[in-house]
Nanobody, 113 residues
Framework: QVQLVESGGGLVQPGGSLRLSCAAS????????MSWYRQSPGQEYESIAH????????RYYAQTKSRFTISRDNSKNTVYLQMNALEVEDTAVYYC??????WGQGTQVTVSS
C-alpha cells in the first residue's frame, strides 16, 4: 500500500525552526518527484517546495523561498522540509506529495508566541 506519513510539526515561537519529515512506504521514493504543500485555515493549498527524483533540481515558492529547504534521503525513503525563521503566517497543515497525486495526512505547524 502506497503511503506517505508526515511528522515533525508542532508549536513553535516566531523565529524558531522545525524539520518536517515525510516517510514513504509501499514504493521507492527515489523514482519520484516529491513536493511539500501547506494549507492555512480558509485558504487554498499553497506549493512550498519541490525536489526532483535526481535531487539535482529544486524549486521553491512564495515567501518561504529563503527560509525553507527541501531535501531527501532515498536510503531512508524520506523527504524533509527544514523550516527556519518561522513566522506566524507559516501556521498551516503541511503535506507532502508524490508527483502531486499521492498525499499524506498532513502535520500541523503552529507558530505563535
Amino acid at each position: 500500500q502506497v503511503q506517505l506519513v508526515e511528522s515533525g510539526g508542532g508549536l513553535v515561537q516566531p523565529g524558531g525552526s522545525l524539520r518536517l519529515s515525510c516517510a514513504a512506504s509501499g514504493f521507492s521514493l527515489r523514482s519520484y518527484h516529491m513536493s511539500w504543500y501547506r494549507q492555512s485555515p480558509g485558504q487554498e493549498y499553497e506549493s512550498i517546495a519541490h525536489i526532483d527524483s535526481t535531487s539535482n533540481n529544486f524549486r521553491y515558492y512564495a515567501q518561504t523561498k529563503s527560509r525553507f529547504t527541501i531535501s531527501r534521503d532515498n536510503s531512508k525513503n524520506t523527504v524533509y522540509l527544514q523550516m527556519n525563521a518561522l513566522e506566524v503566517e507559516d501556521t498551516a497543515v503541511y503535506y507532502c506529495s508524490r508527483d502531486s497525486t499521492t498525499w499524506g495526512q498532513g502535520t500541523q505547524v503552529t507558530v505563535s508566541s
